[in-house]
T-cell receptor
Framework: DTAVSQTPKYLVTQMGNDKSIKCEQN?????MYWYKQDSKKFLKIMFS???????INETVPNRFSPKSPDKAHLNLHINSLELGDSAVYFC???????????FGPGTRLTVL | GNSVTQMEGPVTLSEEAFLTINCTYT??????LFWYVQYPGEGLQLLLK?????DKGSNKGFEATYRKETTSFHLEKGSVQVSDSAVYFC????????????FGSGTRLQVQP
């Protein structure tokens, strides 16, 4: 039933590690997004893919790399994790970039 | 660049009180405007939207009117319930160029019984 799902829900890891967050949508949408929500609740777009093609790539460290194996999945891989990467990461999808975005429940990443 | 400014929270109200959460924006042209709601432990859900000047978006008793002259999109509800306690985000999406949403900082609403 879940429209946009993310795994894991919580991720606690040490500085310097590499980790991935997975996102899947079963809505048949063509466009997917990753947002970062910091401790002050600011939400900022990181990446967007449309039909597996990268269309938005904000100024994020190149330690962050999105990977879209197919239209239903957009995973976020983070290398060499830093303390400042601690945040809640939200995946979202929409039929196209002009349509309503549906958000996943978020992944809370804590870097120790 | 585009930006959205929301009133600082938290906003604490008693049940059945009137709610206003202010939102103003800066953007080139006429963006689409949105209110999203985030309930505790959940992702964001679209609450309402307006795509052109003087449009009124409404849903679940909430309303917001797109005011071009004041570049505002204030959220209102006549009588809040405890279940409305959440964080509310104002957002815009430009008409041209990069179509990503730009969010405000969010306003936490706490409704007490």
């Amino acid at each position: 039933d879940t429209a946009v799902s993310q795994t894991p829900k919580y991720l606690v890891t040490q500085m310097g590690n590499d980790k991935s967050i997975k996102c899947e949508q079963n809505l048949g949408h063509d466009t997917m997004y990753w947002y970062k929500q910091d401790s002050k609740k600011f939400l900022k777009i990181m990446f967007s893919y449309n039909n597996k093609e990268l269309i938005i790539n904000e100024t994020v460290p190149n330690r962050f790399s999105p990977k879209s194996p197919d239209k239903a999945h957009l995973n976020l891989h983070i290398n060499s994790l830093e303390l400042g990467d601690s945040a809640v990461y939200f995946c979202a999808s929409s039929q196209d970039p002009m349509d309503e975005q549906f958000f996943g429940p978020g992944t809370r990443l804590t870097v120790l | 660049g585009n930006s959205v400014t929301q009133m600082e929270g938290p906003v604490t109200l008693s049940e059945e009180a009137f709610l206003t959460i202010n939102c103003t924006y800066t953007a080139t042209g006429y963006p689409s405007l949105f209110w999203y709601v985030q309930y505790p432990g959940e992702g964001l859900q679209l609450l309402l939207k307006a795509t052109k000047a003087d449009d009124k978006g409404s849903n679940k008793g909430f309303e917001a009117t797109y005011r071009k002259e004041t570049t505002s999109f204030h959220l209102e509800k006549g009588s809040v319930q405890v279940s409305d306690s959440a964080v509310y985000f104002c957002a815009l999406r430009p008409l041209t160029g990069r179509r990503a949403l730009t969010f405000g900082s969010g306003t936490r609403l706490q409704v007490q019984p």
